[in-house]
């Protein structure tokens, strides 16, 4: 089984407890350090060959606006809940826009839910 690179880059510098989940669900975490982590998230992701990037910010668009500008993922911003995440797994997107939302059951479940969606698991 293919192992899930999960990049995840947070406005205030967070993403600890979702690269908990991430791991948990036997995904590899990637959290950009310091604060505007988020507006590195397509160059990162790019750079390690991420499977799922994760935006956090107050909007919760800048940083995934900015991965899709520059590298061409497929986006969804602007999401409050673990349910909208992984929906928008579902329907193809890779990079992925949340308001603060650093939850260990986040990181968990998109990773099932990318593994179900790709036949990973």
């Not at 908990?20 to 790019?46: T, Y």
């Not at 479940?109 to 179900?116: G, I, S």
């Amino acid at each position: 089984m293919k192992q899930i690179v999960v990049v995840i880059g947070d406005r205030l510098g967070k993403g600890q407890k979702v690269a908990a989940g991430v791991e948990a669900a036997g995904g590899k975490a990637i959290v950009i350090p310091g604060v505007a982590a988020d507006m590195k998230l397509g160059d990162i992701m790019n750079a390690e060959q991420g499977d799922i990037g994760i935006s956090f910010c107050g909007s919760g668009g800048a940083g995934a606006i900015t991965a899709q500008n520059k590298y061409g993922y497929k986006v969804r911003h602007g999401m409050r809940s673990i349910e909208e995440g992984e929906t928008a797994i579902k329907d193809g997107c890779t990079v992925l826009g949340f308001g603060f939302m650093d939850k260990e059951e986040l990181g968990e479940r998109l990773v099932k839910a990318f593994n179900k969606k790709y036949g990973n698991a």
